[in-house]
């Protein structure tokens, strides 16, 4: 990652949550990063400016840092056939970031292309909201799980397991539902 600010330091979470190794390369880094690096096995800093030879032995980079760093970094990573993600620099990008949600085994991720990341961060917000809590949408996942094992001994045509599901899902809440 190439960059030491607020918009670098956003993006660790989600190098961390993907279990990335990472080099933060920056001339100045926020406390948060050095402490997140210091604590996270496989991650290092190097303070200073960036050079090409940062991006060799990557598969990706962030690009969090100006836009004149950026696309030095993306000549860098194009010279090396590497993917940039370039925030709030899709012209400096390669590759798009996602707003994603995670919750009990559950991905979802939403994308504008590097156009529109406000936008991104708000649909994002908005799946979060009416996404069910972790329990319930675990409980989900189990019986997805658990019919969808069932379907495939009982040879049930792909046509008709969501219909099932859904069925199967509602039932999880038969016992909640108050009487009118």
Do not use: H
């Amino acid at each position: 990652m190439v960059g030491g600010g607020t918009v670098a330091a956003a993006k660790m979470g989600g190098l961390a949550g993907a279990g990335a190794e990472v080099l933060v390369v920056a001339p100045v880094l926020r406390q948060e990063i050095v402490e997140r690096v210091r604590d996270t096995k496989g991650w290092a800093v190097a303070a200073r400016p960036f050079r090409p030879d940062d991006v060799d032995g990557a598969w990706l980079v962030v690009a969090a840092a100006t836009p004149e760093v950026n696309r030095q970094v993306a000549a860098a990573a194009d010279a090396r056939r590497v993917f940039v993600v370039a925030v709030d620099d899709p012209d400096a990008a390669s590759a798009y970031g996602a707003g994603v949600v995670r919750r009990a085994g559950v991905t979802v991720a939403v994308s504008t292309d590097g156009v529109a990341p406000a936008l991104t961060g708000l649909v994002r917000e908005g799946l979060e909201a009416v996404l069910p809590e972790e329990g319930d949408l675990q409980a989900w996942v189990d019986t997805a799980r658990d019919q969808r094992a069932k379907w495939r001994s009982e040879g049930v045509p792909m046509a008709e397991r969501r219909p099932r599901l859904l069925d199967a899902i509602n039932r999880l809440y038969e016992s909640k539902r108050v009487p009118s």
